[in-house]
C-alpha cells in the first residue's frame, strides 16, 4: 500500500470520484437530453455557455470561500448542489410537457453545476494538503490524476449506457447517486482543518492578495500558464468528429476510441508516478512534457490512419499527465496553507478558460487553414510556448520538487 492512502485520503478519492462521475454524467444527459427535444445544435452551444458563466463569476469568491470557512462544508454545499440538479430534472423530465419549459430547466441545471463546480475543485486541493503529508503529495497528485481520468471517461459511458437502457430521468438520478456518495465520504472524513487565519481584508482585498500572489511566483505562473497555452493551442480534441469523417474516413464508434486515448495515456503515467514520483529535474521535465505534447499533436495532425491518430492521442494524454501532475504538485507545495482555495481558484479559471478557449481556437484556425494544418500549427505553437518558457522561466527550469518539501511561510 502507498504511504499516503491513508483513510481520509482514501475518502477524499471517494469524494473525487463522486462529484466527477455525478457531473459527466450531468454533462452527456443535459446535451442529450436539449438536443432531442429542440433538435438545434446552438442549443449545445448554449448549453455549455450556460455552465461556464456561472463558473467563471463565482469561482474567485469561491476560492476566498474555501480559504476562510470549513472546506468540508463547502465541498458538501457543492455536491448537494448536484442532488438538487437532480431532484430538479427528475421534476423537468415528469411535468415539463412543453420545449421551453424543458430547456430552460436543462440550462438552470447546468447552470448550478457551473457554480458547484466553482466549490468542488479548490475544496479537494486545500482538504488535500490537509490530510497528506508534504514529501506524499506527488504521490497524492498523481493517484488525485488517476481517479479523475478514470472518472472522465468512465462518467460519459456511464451516462451513455443509462440513457440507451432507460431513458434521462435514470441517468439524472445516477448523478445525485454520485453525488450522495460523495457526500458519504465527507461525512465520514477524520481530519483537523487548520485555524482560520483572518487577515482583516475585505473579498476584493482577499482575491487580489492570491492573484498577487500567483503572479508574482515565477515557478508558480510559468507552471500554470505553460499548461495554459498547451492546452489553448493543442487542443485537438474538440474537432475530432470533423477529423475522423473528413480525414479518417472512420465511423462513429472510432470517435470513442480516439476520445479515450488522451485518458488511457494519462491514466497510464498517473500510476507510474504513483510509484516513482519526479523528485528531481521537475522543472525541466515539466517543460520537455509539454514540449512532447506538442510534437504528439503535431504528429497526429500528420496521421492518415486510425491506428496512428489513436497513437498519437495516446502519447498527448501519457506527457500531458506528466505536466498535470507536476503542476498540481509544484501548487501544493508552493501555495501557503492559508491561501489554497484562492490559488486552486486561479488556477481553475486558466487552465478551465484554456479548454473553452482552446476548442474555439481549433474550430477557428481549422475553418481557416483545414483540419490538418490547423492541428500541425497548434502542435507548432505548443513548441513555441515551451521555447519561451524554458528561456524566459530559469526558476521553473531549475525546479526540482524534492527542494519544495520545506513548508512555506504561512
Known amino acids: 500500500m502507498l504511504p499516503m492512502l491513508s483513510q481520509a485520503f482514501l475518502r477524499l478519492l471517494v469524494y473525487r470520484a463522486g462529484t466527477t462521475l455525478s457531473y459527466q454524467i450531468l454533462t452527456v444527459t443535459a446535451g442529450w437530453h436539449i438536443y432531442s427535444i429542440t433538435h438545434d445544435v446552438l442549443s449545445l452551444g448554449l448549453l455549455g455557455l450556460a455552465e461556464v458563466l456561472p463558473y467563471f463569476c463565482s469561482s474567485l469568491f469561491a476560492g476566498h ?19 438538487l440538479i437532480a431532484i430538479g430534472m427528475i421534476g423537468v423530465v415528469a411535468f415539463a410537457d412543453h420545449t421551453a419549459a424543458a430547456s430552460a430547466g436543462i440550462y ?15 475544496s479537494y486541493q486545500a482538504m488535500v494538503v490537509c490530510v497528506v503529508q508534504r514529501d506524499q503529495l506527488a504521490k497524492a497528485a498523481a493517484l488525485g490524476t488517476v481517479v479523475f481520468d478514470i472518472s ?13 437502457a432507460t431513458g434521462v430521468m435514470a441517468a439524472y438520478i445516477a448523478t445525485g447517486l454520485c453525488a450522495l456518495a460523495a457526500i458519504a465520504a465527507l461525512l465520514t472524513l477524520r481530519y483537523a482543518e487548520p485555524p482560520v487565519e483572518s487577515d482583516g481584508l475585505s473579498v476584493f482585498a482577499s482575491i ?15 507552471a500554470i500558464t505553460l499548461d495554459m497555452f498547451a492546452v489553448l493551442f493543442g487542443g485537438a480534441v474538440a474537432i475530432l468528429p470533423a477529423f475522423i469523417h473528413d480525414i479518417l474516413n472512420g465511423s462513429p464508434e472510432n470517435l470513442g476510441l480516439l476520445r479515450a486515448m488522451p485518458a488511457a495515456g494519462s491514466i497510464l503515467i498517473s500510476l507510474w508516478l504513483t510509484r516513482v514520483p519526479l523528485e528531481r529535474n521537475s522543472g525541466k521535465i515539466m517543460m520537455l512534457s509539454v514540449g512532447g505534447f506538442g510534437a504528439a499533436t503535431i504528429a497526429f495532425g500528420l496521421s492518415d490512419s486510425l491506428w496512428l491518430a489513436a497513437a498519437c492521442l495516446f502519447f498527448t494524454g501519457l506527457f500531458d499527465g506528466v505536466s498535470v501532475v507536476l503542476r498540481h504538485t509544484i501548487l501544493q507545495l508552493v501555495t501557503p496553507q492559508k491561501m489554497q482555495g484562492r490559488v486552486s481558484a486561479i488556477n481553475g479559471v486558466f487552465i478551465g478558460s484554456s479548454n473553452e478557449l482552446g476548442a474555439l481556437e481549433s474550430g477557428l484556425t481549422a475553418n481557416v487553414l483545414g483540419l490538418a494544418p490547423s492541428i500541425i500549427f497548434g502542435g507548432c505553437m505548443t513548441l513555441v510556448v515551451v521555447a519561451i518558457s524554458w528561456f524566459s522561466a530559469p526558476q521553473l527550469r531549475r525546479l526540482h520538487v524534492g527542494d519544495l518539501h520545506k513548508p512555506p511561510d504561512t
Open 65 to 83: 470561500a474555501v480559504d476562510v470557512l470549513s472546506k468540508r462544508r463547502l465541498a458538501i454545499a457543492g455536491c448537494l448542489c448536484h442532488v
Open 108 to 122: 438552470a441545471a447546468v447552470g448550478v453545476a457551473g457554480l458547484a463546480r466553482s466549490l468542488l475543485r479548490p
Open 152 to 164: 472522465l471517461v468512465s462518467g460519459p459511458m456511464m451516462g451513455g449506457l443509462l440513457i440507451a
Open 208 to 222: 487580489g492578495e492570491g492573484l498577487k500572489f500567483v503572479f508574482s511566483t515565477q515557478i508558480m505562473l510559468a
